[in-house]
Protein backbone atom coordinates (compact mmCIF):
# COMPACT_ATOMS: atom_id res chain seq x y z
CA UNK A 1 0.00 0.00 0.00
CA UNK A 2 1.32 3.46 -1.17
CA UNK A 3 2.84 5.28 2.27
CA UNK A 4 0.98 8.35 1.18
CA UNK A 5 -2.48 6.44 1.58
CA UNK A 6 -2.04 5.10 4.71
CA UNK A 7 -1.33 8.34 6.33
CA UNK A 8 -4.43 9.51 4.94
CA UNK A 9 -5.96 6.38 6.05
CA UNK A 10 -4.61 6.62 9.65
CA UNK A 11 -5.42 10.36 9.91
CA UNK A 12 -8.77 9.55 8.44
CA UNK A 13 -8.96 7.11 11.41
CA UNK A 14 -7.73 9.54 13.94
CA UNK A 15 -10.29 12.21 12.82
CA UNK A 16 -13.03 9.62 13.25
CA UNK A 17 -12.43 8.56 16.87
CA UNK A 18 -12.13 12.39 17.50
CA UNK A 19 -14.85 13.01 16.33
CA UNK A 20 -16.62 9.75 18.24
CA UNK A 21 -14.63 10.76 21.25
CA UNK A 22 -15.66 14.48 21.40
CA UNK A 23 -19.42 13.71 20.84
CA UNK A 24 -19.38 11.10 23.55
CA UNK A 25 -18.22 13.56 25.88
CA UNK A 26 -20.30 16.31 24.38
CA UNK A 27 -23.72 14.37 25.13
CA UNK A 28 -22.33 13.46 28.74
CA UNK A 29 -21.88 17.23 29.65
CA UNK A 30 -24.74 17.85 27.54
CA UNK A 31 -27.45 15.46 29.89
CA UNK A 32 -25.24 17.00 33.01
CA UNK A 33 -26.51 20.39 32.10
CA UNK A 34 -29.86 18.90 31.56
CA UNK A 35 -29.96 17.07 34.67
CA UNK A 36 -29.13 20.68 36.71
CA UNK A 37 -31.07 22.65 34.80
CA UNK A 38 -33.62 20.45 36.05
CA UNK A 39 -32.93 19.76 39.74
CA UNK A 40 -32.29 23.98 39.54
CA UNK A 41 -36.33 23.92 38.30
CA UNK A 42 -37.26 21.90 40.87
CA UNK A 43 -36.00 23.54 44.16
CA UNK A 44 -37.14 27.04 42.17
CA UNK A 45 -40.66 25.53 42.57
CA UNK A 46 -40.25 24.46 45.89
CA UNK A 47 -39.05 27.67 47.27
CA UNK A 48 -41.83 29.64 44.86
CA UNK A 49 -44.68 27.34 45.56
CA UNK A 50 -44.27 26.04 48.90
CA UNK A 51 -41.39 27.04 50.93
CA UNK A 52 -41.40 30.88 50.54
CA UNK A 53 -45.35 30.83 51.32
CA UNK A 54 -44.69 28.95 54.17
CA UNK A 55 -42.24 30.75 55.44
CA UNK A 56 -44.03 33.94 54.96
CA UNK A 57 -46.99 32.69 57.15
CA UNK A 58 -44.89 31.33 59.65
CA UNK A 59 -43.00 34.57 60.08
CA UNK A 60 -46.29 36.48 60.10
CA UNK A 61 -47.87 33.97 62.66
CA UNK A 62 -44.77 34.28 65.00
CA UNK A 63 -45.60 38.22 64.21
CA UNK A 64 -48.82 37.95 64.72
CA UNK A 65 -48.89 35.81 68.09
CA UNK A 66 -46.28 38.06 69.85
CA UNK A 67 -49.12 40.36 69.28
CA UNK A 68 -51.68 39.07 70.99
CA UNK A 69 -49.84 38.03 74.16
CA UNK A 70 -49.22 41.60 74.41
CA UNK A 71 -52.62 42.70 74.03
CA UNK A 72 -53.83 39.71 76.03
CA UNK A 73 -50.59 41.23 78.75
CA UNK A 74 -48.99 37.49 79.12
CA UNK A 75 -47.80 34.48 76.99
CA UNK A 76 -50.23 32.05 77.52
CA UNK A 77 -53.67 32.29 76.31
CA UNK A 78 -54.72 29.55 79.26
CA UNK A 79 -53.52 29.34 82.40
CA UNK A 80 -53.32 25.98 84.11
CA UNK A 81 -56.91 25.37 85.68
CA UNK A 82 -58.02 29.02 85.39
CA UNK A 83 -60.94 29.58 82.93
CA UNK A 84 -60.58 32.92 80.46
CA UNK A 85 -62.49 35.73 81.59
CA UNK A 86 -65.52 36.63 78.93
CA UNK A 87 -63.49 39.58 78.01
CA UNK A 88 -60.09 37.20 77.69
CA UNK A 89 -62.41 34.51 75.60
CA UNK A 90 -64.20 37.40 72.95
CA UNK A 91 -60.05 38.79 72.42
CA UNK A 92 -59.02 34.96 71.57
CA UNK A 93 -61.92 34.00 69.91
CA UNK A 94 -61.80 37.40 67.48
CA UNK A 95 -57.99 36.53 67.11
CA UNK A 96 -59.26 32.56 66.68
CA UNK A 97 -61.03 33.67 63.79
CA UNK A 98 -59.49 36.64 61.85
CA UNK A 99 -55.76 35.93 62.28
CA UNK A 100 -54.92 32.75 63.36
CA UNK A 101 -57.79 29.76 61.84
CA UNK A 102 -56.83 31.59 58.66
CA UNK A 103 -53.19 31.42 58.95
CA UNK A 104 -53.70 27.70 59.66
CA UNK A 105 -55.95 27.12 56.60
CA UNK A 106 -53.36 28.66 54.28
CA UNK A 107 -50.63 26.37 55.07
CA UNK A 108 -52.96 23.16 55.14
CA UNK A 109 -53.85 24.56 51.60
CA UNK A 110 -50.32 24.79 51.09
CA UNK A 111 -49.20 21.60 52.73
CA UNK A 112 -51.81 19.44 50.64
CA UNK A 113 -51.79 20.71 47.37
CA UNK A 114 -47.95 21.18 47.36
CA UNK A 115 -47.28 17.70 48.69
CA UNK A 116 -45.12 16.86 46.03
CA UNK A 117 -42.64 19.74 46.13
CA UNK A 118 -41.87 18.63 50.27
CA UNK A 119 -38.08 18.57 50.51
CA UNK A 120 -36.65 14.86 51.64
CA UNK A 121 -38.01 11.29 50.88
CA UNK A 122 -40.78 11.77 53.69
CA UNK A 123 -43.32 14.44 55.03
CA UNK A 124 -41.47 15.34 58.24
CA UNK A 125 -43.70 14.29 61.47
CA UNK A 126 -43.53 18.47 62.69
CA UNK A 127 -45.81 18.74 59.36
CA UNK A 128 -47.95 15.87 60.49
CA UNK A 129 -48.26 17.64 63.77
CA UNK A 130 -49.14 20.68 62.24
CA UNK A 131 -51.86 18.95 60.59
CA UNK A 132 -53.44 16.83 64.00
CA UNK A 133 -53.52 20.26 65.60
CA UNK A 134 -55.18 22.17 62.41
CA UNK A 135 -57.74 19.46 62.07
CA UNK A 136 -58.74 19.09 66.34
CA UNK A 137 -58.98 22.50 66.26
CA UNK A 138 -60.79 23.65 63.37
CA UNK A 139 -63.51 20.69 64.00
CA UNK A 140 -64.15 21.55 67.57
CA UNK A 141 -64.15 25.25 66.99
CA UNK A 142 -66.46 24.45 63.73
CA UNK A 143 -68.68 22.89 65.91
CA UNK A 144 -68.97 25.40 68.61
CA UNK A 145 -69.82 27.62 65.93
CA UNK A 146 -72.28 26.24 64.36
CA UNK A 147 -74.01 23.87 66.67
CA UNK A 148 -73.01 25.34 70.24
CA UNK A 149 -71.17 22.78 71.28
CA UNK A 150 -68.49 23.78 74.27
CA UNK A 151 -64.73 23.16 73.89
CA UNK A 152 -61.78 24.04 75.73
CA UNK A 153 -60.95 27.34 73.36
CA UNK A 154 -58.19 25.16 71.67
CA UNK A 155 -56.64 22.09 69.95
CA UNK A 156 -56.05 19.58 71.35
CA UNK A 157 -53.06 18.97 70.33
CA UNK A 158 -50.43 21.86 70.79
CA UNK A 159 -49.00 23.97 68.18
CA UNK A 160 -45.63 22.17 67.06
CA UNK A 161 -43.27 24.23 67.52
CA UNK A 162 -40.36 22.33 65.49
CA UNK A 163 -43.08 22.72 62.28
CA UNK A 164 -41.46 26.55 62.28
CA UNK A 165 -38.29 25.35 62.58
CA UNK A 166 -38.69 23.23 59.90
CA UNK A 167 -40.04 25.19 57.41
CA UNK A 168 -37.06 28.14 57.92
CA UNK A 169 -34.49 25.52 58.07
CA UNK A 170 -35.78 23.80 54.72
CA UNK A 171 -36.23 27.48 53.21
CA UNK A 172 -32.63 28.21 54.04
CA UNK A 173 -30.89 25.33 52.72
CA UNK A 174 -32.92 25.15 49.47
CA UNK A 175 -32.42 28.87 48.83
CA UNK A 176 -28.31 27.88 49.46
CA UNK A 177 -28.76 24.76 46.86
CA UNK A 178 -30.58 27.43 44.28
CA UNK A 179 -27.45 29.21 44.80
CA UNK A 180 -25.11 26.24 44.39
CA UNK A 181 -27.17 25.27 41.53
CA UNK A 182 -27.43 28.26 39.62
CA UNK A 183 -24.08 29.24 39.50
CA UNK A 184 -23.13 25.78 38.68
CA UNK A 185 -25.62 25.78 35.34
CA UNK A 186 -23.84 28.79 34.46
CA UNK A 187 -20.57 27.57 34.82
CA UNK A 188 -22.37 24.74 32.24
CA UNK A 189 -23.40 27.28 29.81
CA UNK A 190 -19.66 28.78 28.83
Known amino acids: MDS????????????????????????RAELRRRRAE??????????????GPLLFLVKEGRSAWEDFCDTLGRNVVLLNGKPLSEEEKALWLFWVD??????????????????HLI????????????????NAWRVTHLRWKEDGVPYSWHSKVNWPMKFETDVIESYERLKNLQIQMAGLVRGMET
Open 4 to 27: SLLAALIAAMATAAGWIVNSALGS
Open 119 to 134: AGDQMPDSFMEFIEHH
Open 38 to 51: ARLTHVEQQLEQLY
Open 98 to 115: HEFMPRNEAIQSLLSSKT
